[in-house]
C-alpha cells in the first residue's frame, strides 16, 4: 500500500509541477522573486516537451507503480485520475512538440508583460 501512496504523491508532485511550468509566470504578476524559480522549469518543460527526453518523475513514478502490483496493493486514489491527466493517450511526438511551443509562447507573451509593466512602473517612479 504505501508503494501506491508514494506513486500518488509523486504524481501529485508532478502534476503540480506541469501546472507551475504553465501558469507560474502569471505567479509573477504578484510575486516576481517566483520568476527565478519559474524561469528554469519551464526552460525544462519546454525542453522535455521538444526533446522527448522523460522527466525524472515519470522512471519514479513507473518503479513506484510496478513495486504497488508485486505487493497486490495498488493503493493510491489519484493515479487513476492523474495518470490520464499527465500521461495522456493521444500525447504523440507532434502534440508534445506542439504543446513544448505553446507553453514557450504563452511565458514570452507573460514575460513580456511582465517587463512592460515593470519599464512603465519605472517610468512612473522617475517622473513621479
Given at each position: 500500500?504505501?508503494?501506491g501512496i508514494l506513486r500518488d504523491?509523486?504524481?501529485?508532485?508532478?502534476g503540480a509541477f506541469v501546472?507551475?511550468?504553465i501558469f507560474g509566470g502569471l505567479l509573477a504578476f504578484r510575486w516576481k522573486k517566483v520568476l527565478w524559480w519559474h524561469l528554469p522549469a519551464?526552460?525544462?518543460g519546454v525542453l522535455v516537451e521538444w526533446t522527448g527526453w522523460f522527466c525524472p518523475l515519470t522512471p519514479l513514478e513507473e518503479w513506484l507503480?510496478?513495486?504497488?502490483?508485486e505487493a497486490r496493493s495498488p493503493g493510491g486514489l489519484a493515479a487513476p485520475f492523474l495518470l490520464p491527466l499527465i500521461y495522456p493517450s493521444s500525447l504523440s511526438r507532434g502534440v508534445q512538440v506542439f504543446l513544448g511551443t505553446a507553453v514557450l509562447f504563452w511565458n514570452l507573451l507573460l514575460y513580456g508583460l511582465l517587463f512592460r509593466r515593470g519599464k512603465r512602473a519605472d517610468r512612473k517612479d522617475r517622473h513621479g
Open positions: 500500500m504505501i508503494y504523491l509523486v504524481l501529485v508532485v508532478h501546472l507551475f511550468v519551464f526552460i525544462w507503480g510496478m513495486k504497488a502490483l
